[in-house]
């Protein structure tokens, strides 16, 4: 079993610590897993993997030159060992494939594994949290973040083909 070493850094807020790193999408994809409802009724809680946007994910990485800074959330589960070095700010973990539970960012995660290109991508990992701790912060997630308006996004497009009009780009 292969021992992965990153560096990281310790974050706490209101008590609770995580880890922020950037990992490979080729580690990421041997440690990590979703739990959803559909495949365990009674402890998963994400919804199912929509294939579709999985996809899209992965062309728009591979045919636009895409990019995503926006961090995967992880739990760590027992069974990586994963501990954190304060004095190298290095976190490691065994390589397990259901080592890391993914609580955020599954269609992004599963479209760059799609992509079938490695890339290293901003990662925040919870470490000892419980079932019931994984969940609340499932819910915290998905229910106090809010997405951009339509009406806005709508806007800004028909602003960004004003520009490139007036660039000559269109």
Known sequence: MSVHIYD?????????????TVLPTEVLE???????????????FQRSLNESRAKDIANYMN?????????????AQDSVQFSYNKKNN???F????????VLDGQHRLYGLFKSGKNY???????????????????IDINTTQKGVPTNLLLDIKNLLKYENLIKGTV
Do not use: W
């Open 90 to 92: 290095t976190i490691n």
């Open 63 to 75: 045919n636009r030159d895409g990019f995503i800074p926006s961090a995967i959330i992880l739990s």
């Open 94 to 101: 065994k390589e397990n494939t259901h080592g890391f539970m």
């Open 30 to 44: 041997k440690v990590c897993y979703v739990s959803s409802r559909d495949q365990d009724p009674k402890e998963g």
């Open 120 to 138: 290293y991508i901003p990662v925040v990992i919870f470490n000892n949290l419980n079932t019931m701790d994984e969940v609340n912060l499932f």
């Open 8 to 20: 990281a850094l310790l974050c706490t807020q209101n008590k609770q610590e995580f880890y922020i």
